[in-house]
């Protein structure tokens, strides 16, 4: 029985974390959720953002599932998901976007089946910020490592070969940023060197965002630096449903938490309307990570089932059923 670190989160986090677990233990799935929050929730109760009972369970379980957090806004607060990237070096975010049927959206007909990978620790997001008051200069510095190149370009190609992808996209803009953006060109020069059998291509960033948005599905696997794939990994999502359908995973080399990208919905919190399509799909990639394929064949068949019967679906996706009238569906389809 694996232990999974779980955090529900904030705001539609524990409704949707519940339809999860509901699934999994209906599925017979051979986990055991270790819970344990971060967050607003667990500020207001504790005054604590990331409580030192979480780090410990991190660290000793190694995979964790989590809700979305909501950031209490104002100084001093750091983003929870940059702080557990960086300290637990999850270099890889991994978000893949795929058309499925029943998920309505303006390419529902073009077969998209794309996974980026966006360099998770440095870049733009490094922390490295001043702002010299007196004479009104702000800096952002975007440092990008050899090492931390090295590592998501090569492992954005092994994953292509482990996974029967043609192609690897590098998203960059090396024209300009010549000393940033060229390492990491380097490093994926030197990956596609290693990787003869995948195809290797390079698109300044601009052009990418207007290729994906033209013709979406000639792309395969993408990897990119941390602000150009924050920014990406969002417009990918768009093209296939938006941020309530698709997964993501923060994965380093020795651990892995998987999370559902959009935010914590305040506005629908608690009311049952929440679709736990995205986080489902986080856990069924937490699955595969550790080993558990037929499982998460198994429920991503019953999920897909589901989606076609727009009367079981939530009302984002066109429906008008609650989150557990739709989570009950997922567990009513698992043996078909
Ligand atoms: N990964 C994370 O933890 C994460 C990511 C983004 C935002 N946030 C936080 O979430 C809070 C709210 O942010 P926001 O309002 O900008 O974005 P949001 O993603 O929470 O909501 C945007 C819109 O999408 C809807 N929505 C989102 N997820 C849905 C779901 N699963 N089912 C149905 N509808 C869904 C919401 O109702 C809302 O109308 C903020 O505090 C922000 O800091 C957290």
Not at 14 to 23: G, H, Q, R, S
Not at 193 to 209: G, H, V
Not at 253 to 274: N, R, T, Y
Not at 306 to 312: I, P, W
Request: hydrophobic residues 40%; glycine residues 10%; contains cysteine.
């Amino acid at each position: 029985m694996q232990l999974i670190t779980l955090i529900p989160g904030d705001g539609i986090g524990p409704e949707i974390t519940k339809a999860v677990t509901d699934i999994f233990a209906a599925a017979e799935v051979p986990v055991q959720w270790e819970e344990q929050n971060a967050g607003q929730t667990t500020f207001d109760a504790s005054g604590e953002l990331i409580p030192q009972a979480l780090l410990d369970s991190l660290e000793k379980n190694r995979v964790g599932l989590k809700g979305p957090i909501t950031t209490p806004v104002g100084k001093g607060f750091r983003s929870i998901n940059v702080t557990l990237r960086q300290k637990y070096n999850l270099y890889q975010n991994v978000r893949p976007s795929k058309t499925t049927p029943g998920i309505a959206s303006r390419y529902a007909d073009s077969g998209i089946d794309l996974v980026l990978f966006r360099e998770n620790t440095e870049g733009l997001y490094s922390g490295l910020e001043m702002y010299d008051e007196h004479n009104g200069i702000a800096d952002s510095i975007a440092r990008n490592t050899v090492v931390g190149a090295r590592r998501i370009c090569r492992a954005a190609f092994a994953y292509a070969a482990k996974h029967g992808r043609k192609k690897v996209t590098m998203a960059h803009k090396a024209n300009i940023l010549k000393v940033a953006g060229k390492v990491m060109l380097d490093a994926a020069q030197e990956a596609a060197r290693e990787f003869p059998q995948i195809q290797y291509e390079e698109k300044i960033i601009d052009n990418m965002c207007m290729q994906l948005v033209i013709r979406p599905e000639q792309f395969d696997v993408i990897v990119t630096t941390n602000l150009f794939g924050d920014i990406l990994s969002d417009l990918c999502a768009g093209l296939v449903g938006g941020l309530g359908v698709v997964a993501g995973a923060n994965i380093g080399d020795d651990m892995a938490i998987f999370e559902a990208v959009h935010g914590s919905a305040p506005d629908i919190a608690g009311q049952g309307k929440a679709n736990p399509t995205a986080l489902l799909r986080s856990a069924l990639m937490m699955l595969h990570h550790i080993g558990e394929h037929a499982k998460a064949d198994q429920i991503e068949k019953a999920l897909h089932l589901t989606l076609l019967d727009k009367s079981k679906c939530t009302g984002d996706l066109g429906g008008s059923a609650s989150t557990s009238e739709f989570t009950q569906a997922i567990i009513g389809n698992l043996g078909k």
